[in-house]
């Protein structure tokens, strides 16, 4: 079984994500592109210019570089493609990149303990 966390810059859940690790559980991150409701928040399109990308993509390689499983939802062919994009080595965050989307979360969810571990 693989816990579903909602998880993105916006909602990063350490307290979870630390349990998780800590017991060497993967984590698939539900909902990476935040129902592209942030898409256009300066920090990410910022990421995006410089590295010649899409938002969505700057997205995924956060969550891919964090260790997480993404799975985005999408019905559109083109975005498809697009989001396979961010398994390519052209879109690769450097530390000061991850940590100016580690400053992102603004949100606290409550602590939910996966359905796995109950």
């Not at 990063?12 to 592109?33: F, G, K």
């Not at 590295?51 to 993404?70: D, E, M, N, Y």
């Not at 975005?79 to 400053?103: P, Q």
Request: proline share 7%.
């Amino acid at each position: 079984m693989l816990p579903q966390i909602e998880l993105s810059p916006f909602l990063q859940r350490d307290d979870i994500v630390e349990m998780c690790e800590a017991n060497h559980i993967a984590i698939e991150a539900y909902s990476p592109l935040c129902k592209a409701a942030r898409l256009q928040d300066p920090r990410i399109t910022m990421l995006a210019s410089q590295h010649k990308c899409s938002p969505a993509q700057v997205l995924l390689t956060w969550a891919l570089q964090r260790g997480f499983i993404v799975l985005p939802k999408t019905t559109r062919a083109e975005r498809m493609v697009e989001n396979m994009g961010a398994l390519s080595a052209d879109v690769s965050l450097t530390d000061e990149e991850m940590a100016i989307m580690s400053r992102c979360s603004a949100f606290v969810a409550p602590f939910v303990l996966p359905m796995c571990l109950l």
